[in-house]
């Protein structure tokens, strides 16, 4: 395999989250995908394998499991993938279903990736699961938004969304690794989007990630995705919007992630963002 590494939703090296990259991972087995994904120690790794109908089959690997989705690991694909073969429009088979994802040049020559999320949707997050989280985190609902109320949000793979009320809460995060990993285990959450409300379409999140064998995710782009649907599905922005999230400023790898959110109900919504290769 020829593995790349690149950094999405940054043009610094130095910022957004760093993914692995296979551009063509045709006959390799998934022991040897994870045991990659683990060497490198990234949050995730994507290993892509083309197909005969124009399509391109892609998986995603944390460090310490397969994953159905994931928007970073997406970006940078779609971005290496572009300064390899061109900018245009590349269709994914994922294990959470399809994605399309285009690649185009900005003003200043660097590539920008923008995919399209398959369907979001919500579900409650019921009482006792919501008070577990908020005690393994620390946290108090006292401390929560209530204008943003919390919800479990799918996108291709499913986050607990949770809203702190002020910047310095959601700048305070110390959880207990193990109890959360084995929570979100128990109800298949990928990771935590916990987010802070700065303005109307301006947003900042942490997304603790235990199940990928990481405290912190830097940027991730299908909670980002899972957010905006929770957001068009609870009335919570008028629509059609353009969402700004800022993540990683508070582990040192700033990180910026565009979410266009379509007002047709159940449509796929939109993350964008560039890479550079490291």
């Known amino acids: 395999m020829e593995i790349s590494r690149y950094v999405?939703?940054?043009?610094?090296?130095?910022?957004?989250?760093?993914?692995?990259?296979?551009?063509?991972?045709?006959?390799?087995?998934?022991?040897?995908?994870?045991?990659?994904?683990?060497?490198?120690?990234?949050?995730?790794?994507?290993?892509?394998?083309?197909?005969?109908?124009?399509?391109?089959d892609i998986r995603?690997?944390?460090?310490?499991?397969?994953?159905?989705?994931?928007?970073?690991?997406?970006?940078?694909?779609?971005?290496?993938?572009?300064?390899?073969?061109?900018?245009?429009?590349?269709?994914?088979?994922?294990?959470?279903?399809?994605?399309?994802?285009?690649?185009?040049?900005?003003?200043?020559?660097?590539?920008?990736?923008?995919?399209?999320?398959?369907?979001?949707?919500?579900?409650?997050?019921?009482?006792?699961?919501?008070?577990?989280?908020l005690a393994v985190l620390g946290w108090s609902a006292g401390e929560l938004d209530p204008a943003l109320p919390p919800r479990v949000a799918f996108a291709g793979a499913w986050h607990p969304v949770v809203a702190a009320a002020s910047r310095d809460r959601l700048a305070d995060l110390d959880y207990d690794m193990d109890a959360l990993a084995a929570l979100m285990a128990r109800h298949d959450w990928t990771t935590v989007d916990l987010v802070w409300r700065e303005s109307p379409t301006t947003f900042h999140a942490r997304n603790p990630f235990p199940p990928g064998g990481v405290v912190e995710d830097p940027a991730t782009g299908a909670a980002a995705a899972a957010f905006g649907g929770y957001l068009r599905e609870l009335g919570l922005v008028p629509t059609p919007a353009t969402l700004t999230i800022h993540q990683g400023v508070d582990m040192g790898r700033p990180s910026t992630i565009t979410v266009t959110v379509p007002a047709e109900p159940g449509t796929g919504i939109g993350v964008s963002g560039t890479a550079v290769q490291i």
């Not at 760093?18 to 551009?23: K, T, Y």
């Not at 994802?101 to 699961?129: E, H, I, K, M, Y």
């Open 60 to 133: 995603y690997f944390s460090p310490l499991a397969e994953v159905p989705f994931c928007g970073h690991a997406t970006i940078a694909t779609a971005v290496a993938h572009a300064q390899r073969h061109g900018t245009g429009r590349l269709h994914l088979r994922t294990k959470a279903g399809p994605v399309t994802v285009t690649t185009d040049r900005a003003a200043d020559g660097s590539v920008v990736a923008t995919l399209v999320s398959v369907a979001p949707r919500t579900a409650p997050l019921a009482g006792a699961d919501l008070a577990e989280l």
């Open 8 to 56: 999405a939703f940054s043009s610094d090296p130095a910022g957004g989250n760093p993914a692995g990259v296979v551009l063509d991972a045709t006959g390799v087995d998934d022991a040897t995908m994870l045991a990659t994904a683990a060497d490198l120690g990234y949050s995730e790794s994507a290993f892509v394998v083309p197909a005969d109908d124009g399509t391109v």
